[in-house]
Nanobody, 115 residues
Framework: QVQLVESGGGSVHPGGSLRLSCAAS????????MGWYRQALGKQRELVAG???????NYADSVKGRFTISRDNAKNTVYLQMNSLKPEDTALYYC?????????WGQGTPVTVSS
């Protein structure tokens, strides 16, 4: 069973940057398309960025040009570089597989953007 541990969240002012990390246990991590998801208070969880097993990326319109997803399969880690952060980016951020049959969700890492 793959375990996911997210880290790197924090509180920043609008326009600031953060880099999130997601460490996954298990040697088969590299075969999966992974994604970063977020859930704001009172809203449904949404996919903000995805990366295939070979590095093809996709982004939600709301974060295009500001967020960059990457992965290091040797380290079983997925990253999310977040620049030009906005108050509406405030949420709990998670990583998981894209598509169905997701892994057990981790605890997430909180991101707060406020002045």
């Amino acid at each position: 069973q793959v375990q996911l541990v997210e880290s790197g969240g924090g509180s920043v002012h609008p326009g600031g940057s953060l880099r999130l990390s997601c460490a996954a246990s298990g040697s088969i991590f590299s075969i999966y398309a992974m994604g970063w998801y977020r859930q704001a208070l009172g809203k449904q969880r949404e996919l903000v960025a995805g990366i295939s097993s070979v590095g093809r990326t996709n982004y939600a319109d709301s974060v295009k040009g500001r967020f960059t997803i990457s992965r290091d399969n040797a380290k079983n880690t997925v990253y999310l570089q977040m620049n030009s952060l906005k108050p509406e980016d405030t949420a709990l951020y998670y990583c998981n597989k894209q598509g169905t049959n997701k892994f057990t969700w981790g605890q997430g890492t909180p991101v707060t953007v406020s002045s």
